[in-house]
């Protein structure tokens, strides 16, 4: 059975390149997930709305507190990510490199998704 990874894709904090420029990058990475549809390895793909959306619960005393904006400030968050199926950590490195290359210069974390 293959097992699922996690590719995590990390940006800067602001506002996202203009049109002319983001364009061409959705487009390959279009093309990136249609690839990665037929070869049966994805599993599915999220963009993420930006960290300032986000609302933080933490159960503290017997409440739950909730916190508007990012768990944690930084420079970098999760902007989407994809979860592709692989034989082994080798073929799902493969696929966070071509999708690192499309999303040059961001990185890409691969983690292994427990079952």
Same mark, same amino acid.
């Given at each position: 059975m293959k097992q699922q990874y996690l590719l995590s894709i990390y940006q800067p904090d602001g506002?996202?390149?203009p049109p !002319?420029?983001?364009g061409p990058i959705m487009a390959d990475l279009g093309a990136l997930n249609e690839e990665m549809q037929a070869s049966g390895a994805w599993v599915f793909?999220?963009?993420l709305h930006p960290p300032s959306t986000a609302t933080v619960?933490?159960?503290q005393g017997g409440d739950v507190?909730?916190?508007?904006g990012p768990f944690a400030e930084g420079k !970098?968050?999760?902007g989407g990510f994809t979860v592709v199926q692989?034989?082994?950590l080798d073929e799902a490195l493969e696929w966070?490199?071509?999708l690192a290359a499309v999303l040059s210069p961001l990185s890409i974390e691969v983690r292994p998704i427990a079952t």
């Open positions: 506002d996202p390149p !002319e420029v983001l793909a999220v963009g619960l933490r159960a507190l909730m916190t508007d !970098e968050h999760i692989a034989e082994d966070g490199r071509r």
